[in-house]
């Protein structure tokens, strides 16, 4: 099982970016995702997260300009980005926690990080 995500760039202060990660192998089903983000010299931190039911919830500081979302017959997860912000620079991962076919229990999985730079 791997995650691919795509998407990432260079931007001006309130532009758009939509960010995308694909989970793919041998997979029986997916339970929570999610995406990080990781400035220089700062901590990972939590930006928003989606249950397989659709519920979400969002780091406060991107509550109203970020909609995270999910294709489960994709097993893909999006992070639109509205508004962005130079502080909204980081990098990007995805996370999910997935059942493997064979496999006992769930597993919790990273993508590769994809790079957001905001230029103000």
């Known amino acids: 099982v791997q995650l691919q995500a795509s998407g990432g760039g260079l931007v001006q202060a309130g532009g758009s970016l939509r960010l995308s990660c694909a989970a793919s192998?041998?997979?029986?089903?997916?339970?929570?995702m999610g995406w990080y983000r990781q400035a220089p010299g700062k901590q990972r931190e939590l930006v928003a997260a989606?249950?397989?039911?659709?519920?979400?919830n969002y780091a406060d500081s991107v509550k109203g300009r970020f909609t995270i979302s999910r294709d489960n017959a994709k097993n893909t997860v999006y992070l639109q980005m509205n508004s962005l912000k130079p502080e909204d620079t980081a990098v990007y991962y995805c996370?999910?926690?997935?059942?493997?076919?064979?496999?006992?229990?769930?597993?919790?999985?990273w993508g590769q990080g994809t790079q957001v730079t905001v230029s103000s």
């Open positions: 996370n999910a926690n997935i059942r493997g076919i064979g496999v006992r229990g769930v597993r919790n999985y």
């Open positions: 192998g041998s997979i029986f089903s997916i339970d929570d």
């Open positions: 989606i249950t397989s039911g659709g519920s979400t």
